[in-house]
């Protein structure tokens, strides 16, 4: 009688293990049902600031979706993985997203501004506080035959000055090229981008920051530089509406972080191997990260890109198409 009581006990038991197995691995699928894996991208760099929060949050699973993410050195390196289908959304300099929309034939979207005016003229002294104020200097810069160079000869024109006369841009390949030829030479200039232009005033007590690119480029315009842009595939954004809407909902969360939180940020940045926390805490409130949407993203990002288009219609891609924009119905 012993005997089959306990052998009793023990199939009841074996049979309650057996549901709690079922039960407990119903609850993980439950957990992450309607989960998205969503292939994101960004380049080391102000336009990967404000997805930093999100890739912590995604590594700590605390994100809708689950990221797997690329964290890029080049504008190459994303624009041929979108291209190849390897990312689904991924942050790119403005110029980047319209050539990109034309060599796909409309199958890349931009989705959202994320980062406005990155650039800033900088100098050992007190001489230059107006574009005018340029003429006769050597400008160190980088970005020859891009962006940059079309923003510096915009502003040069608009201000009156013949940028192959007036003055003397000198094209380094690399920032810290610009950065060491402005620290030889400190009669000069140079227009660099941030991170690098906190790194010129940290290494150099009489080096300032001589005038805001932004600024200066919003006296001639109507509206203001667009740096850097979110994308999709539009194969990605058309079967899995759900997920982008909660991926753009986090995103901005994540922008508004970097905004609030730079001290934090800045950490981040420096684990996620993108810049060295001392200088992300001081550059991020010169980055303009921001997160714009909608008929807003359309106006600012057109009037950027057109200003490009009139400087080398090529930056852009050839052409200028208003279809690149996905706007929410």
Request: proline share 3%.
């Amino acid at each position: 009688m012993k005997k089959k009581l306990l052998s009793l006990l023990l199939t009841v038991c074996t049979a309650l293990s057996i549901f709690s197995g079922c039960s407990d691995k119903s609850d993980k699928d439950n957990k992450n049902s309607g989960t998205t894996t969503i292939n994101i991208g960004c380049m080391k760099g102000p336009t990967g600031i404000g997805m930093i929060k999100l890739l912590s949050d995604s590594d700590d699973n605390k994100t809708t979706n689950k990221y797997n993410y690329t964290i890029a050195g080049t504008a190459d390196e994303i624009a041929t993985m979108l291209l190849k289908g390897d990312l689904d959304i991924a942050a790119v300099p403005c110029n980047l997203a319209s050539v990109l929309y034309n060599k796909s034939e409309g199958e890349i979207l931009t989705l959202a501004i994320n980062t406005l005016g990155v650039l800033y003229i900088v100098e050992a002294g007190e001489n230059v506080n107006t574009v005018e104020d340029l003429k006769g200097k050597t400008i160190y810069s980088t970005g020859q035959g891009t962006t940059p160079e079309y923003t510096l000869r915009f502003l040069l024109s608009s201000a009156g000055l013949d940028p192959d006369k007036d003055v003397d841009i000198q094209f380094k390949s690399e920032a810290p090229e610009a950065l060491a030829a402005l620290q030889q030479d400190e009669s000069a200039v140079a227009m660099l981008p941030q991170p690098y232009t906190t790194v010129a005033l940290n290494g150099n007590e009489n080096m300032r920051i001589a005038l805001d690119v932004t600024a200066e480029w919003e006296k001639y315009c109507d509206d203001t530089v667009v740096t850097g842009v979110l994308v999709g595939r539009k194969e990605f954004i058309n079967k899995n509406k759900d997920a982008l809407a909660s991926f753009l909902k986090e995103y901005e969360a994540s922008t508004a972080y970097a905004n609030s939180n730079i001290d934090d940020t800045a950490t981040l940045l420096e684990k996620y191997d993108i810049t060295k926390a001392p200088i992300a805490k001081k550059a991020i409130p010169y980055c303009n990260v921001t997160f714009i949407t909608g008929e807003e993203m359309k106006t600012k990002a057109m009037s950027y890109l057109t200003v490009l288009f009139n400087e080398n219609p090529a930056s852009i891609g050839g052409k200028l198409q208003e279809e690149m924009f996905y706007l929410e119905d």
